[in-house]
């Protein structure tokens, strides 16, 4: 389960099957495993040893995608960063990691120099950027292409050696930094390239940003197999409908804000999506009409996967899509989920509770977090902090956040609920149901949303309309806040605790 052995065994067995689409970069396996190759030697000359951690801060590049099998190959650990990290929350997160080498980009070297300072353990010379570097950065093309293309020696990584170290999006506060060994990883590869039917010959096309955790669930399977992996630098709607013609894509994967976009967008056209085999969705859950017509225009390729970086997943798979439509599927083979109460009790199909999973997906913990790591892991389990109910086959629905969950005069109000309907609306896009400070009853739902392009709405209108269809008078919302588009991760998730904050520390006019 050392991950690198899988670039080295397409370069030998597969050499000139096409590995990486970049931009105009088209590369085989033999290229892109020599590209590796001198990349792991760079990392080598600076001092990089096994176990070491190498940050990145960089979006969508061929070089972050090298990045990963470079620390794999070393026994380095990956420590993806998002470009949009501020100078504080870089430090943070560099000094929490104790990364001794990070690989950016110029344009993203004035929040780098702005913290240098506190970071004593990160030398200047082990700063690359990988669009020309001169002193006392590192150039990370100058130094690749002097590097060797054969292999370096090998680090004896096992399948317990740490891989990677993802930190969470921070839609729940501080960032936590999750560890996933190359045998978890390995089983990504294995695991879900069985769910999506993935093969040598699949096509597969990513266009979020790939420090987000979900891009491994395809990005593992398609490096296992020897597929086509492209990477578009960003998710653009358009773009994407375009390669998945051209390049006659396979599988994509997709948060809901993207299907939406998709969906919305003037290109959209079924036919030229007709070489799609699979369309997944995860990171948050997709509407329900949404779904609906997705799956009435493109039948038979959706799945939908529920699931934590911290390691258990369920699979709705497409042969379910319709059937289990309302469900975020099942768990895989060797994984198990269960709800259990507030006692720790297992809790009969039907009946809310707190979703807890385990698999081979598991991760080792949170990077120097015990104690926190304890909370979430225990026996074996891990404690997801969502609410769900299993139906009488096995089957897991999502209801809510524990967090996210409003307390109304004593009354559990679950802003999923509102969301669907509100949803269904013709003119809403996108919606966010959060609760915000009442006199009397202690918490009230709002809705915030986005509007589809051209859409005519005003918020009383759709106050209105949300509130004469919710099944119960506490789920009415008081207010509807029409905005041009929600703060989002680098995943796309929306955070949600950015939007509800101004109203708890009274500055609602500011949202």
Same mark, same amino acid.
């Given at each position: 389960? &050392? ?16 590995? /990486? ?26 001092? /990089? ?16 995608? &090298? ?9 380095? /650990?990956?420590? @993806? ?49 990988? +669009?020309?570097?001169?002193?006392? =950065? ?20 096992? $399948? ?50 790939? /420090? ?43 948060? @809901? ?52 970086? &911290? ?43 707190? !979703? ?43 209801? +809510? ?13 679950? $802003?999923? +609920?509102? &969301? ?7 003119? !809403? ?15 009230? @739902? ?57 109203? =708890? ?5 500011? !949202?």
């Amino acid at each position: 389960m &050392e991950l690198s052995s899988l670039l080295a065994h397409h370069a030998r067995f597969r050499p000139h099957a096409t590995a /990486v689409v970049f931009g105009g970069k088209r590369l085989d396996y033999r290229e892109f495993n020599a590209r590796v190759n001198r990349l792991a030697h760079v990392l080598g000359g600076l001092g /990089v040893r096994k176990g070491d951690r190498v940050a990145t801060l960089l979006p969508n590049t061929l070089e972050l995608l &090298e990045c990963y099998w470079a620390c794999a190959r070393t026994g380095a /650990v990956a420590v @993806p960063l998002s470009p949009l990290l501020t100078g504080i929350g870089l430090a943070s997160l560099v000094k929490d990691s104790g990364a001794v080498c990070l690989v950016t980009r110029r344009s993203l070297l004035p929040v780098v120099e702005a913290v240098l300072a506190d970071l004593p353990a990160l030398a200047p010379a082990r700063i690359l950027l990988i +669009d020309g570097g001169e002193a006392p =950065w590192g150039d990370y093309a100058a130094l690749t292409a002097a590097a060797p293309a054969h292999e370096p020696p090998t680090a004896d990584v096992g $399948p317990d050696d740490l891989f990677n170290i993802m930190y969470t999006s921070g839609t729940t506060g501080l960032p936590k930094g999750i560890m996933h060994s190359h045998r978890v990883r390995s089983m990504y590869a294995l695991t879900l390239g069985a769910a999506w039917r993935m093969t040598p010959e699949s096509v597969v096309l990513h266009t979020g940003a790939i /420090v987000f955790n979900g891009a491994f669930v395809t990005l593992m399977p398609a490096f296992h197999l020897g597929a086509t992996y492209i990477l578009h630098p960003q998710f653009d709607a358009a773009a994407m409908i375009a390669t998945i013609a051209a390049e006659q894509v396979t599988h994509i994967m997709v948060v @809901p804000a993207q299907i939406i976009a998709l969906l919305d967008s003037p290109a959209f056209d079924p036919a030229k999506l007709a070489s799609l085999q699979m369309i997944l969705s995860l990171g948050a859950p997709l509407p329900q009409p949404r779904k609906d017509r997705l799956n009435a225009l493109l039948p038979g390729r959706f799945h939908e996967l529920y699931g934590l970086t &911290e390691g258990f997943v369920t699979i709705l798979d497409k042969t379910d899509a319709v059937r289990k439509s309302g469900s975020v599927g099942c768990p895989p083979p060797f994984s198990a989920v269960r709800i259990v109460g507030d006692d720790g009790r297992d809790l009969p199909p039907g009946e809310p509770g707190e !979703i807890v999973g385990r698999g081979p997906l598991v991760m080792q913990g949170y990077w120097g977090k015990p104690e926190l790591t304890a909370q979430t892991l225990r026996d074996g389990w891990v404690y997801s902090g969502d609410i769900g109910h299993l139906d009488d086959e096995g089957y897991l629905y999502l209801v +809510d956040r524990k967090k996210d969950m409003i307390d109304s005069g004593g009354v559990k109000v679950y $802003p999923r +609920d509102i &969301e669907d309907i509100a949803a269904r609306h013709p003119a !809403i896009a996108d919606v966010a149901v959060f609760g915000i400070p009442h006199e009397t009853r202690g918490e009230t @739902p709002l809705a915030a949303v986005v509007l589809k392009v051209g859409a005519d709405a005003t918020a009383t209108e759709l106050r209105d309309w949300i509130n004469e269809r919710v099944a119960a008078r506490y789920q009415r919302v008081q207010e509807v806040v029409i905005l041009s588009d929600f703060p989002r991760s680098a995943a796309g998730k929306t955070l949600k605790r950015e939007l509800r904050e101004p109203w =708890w520390a009274g500055r609602a006019t500011k !949202i």
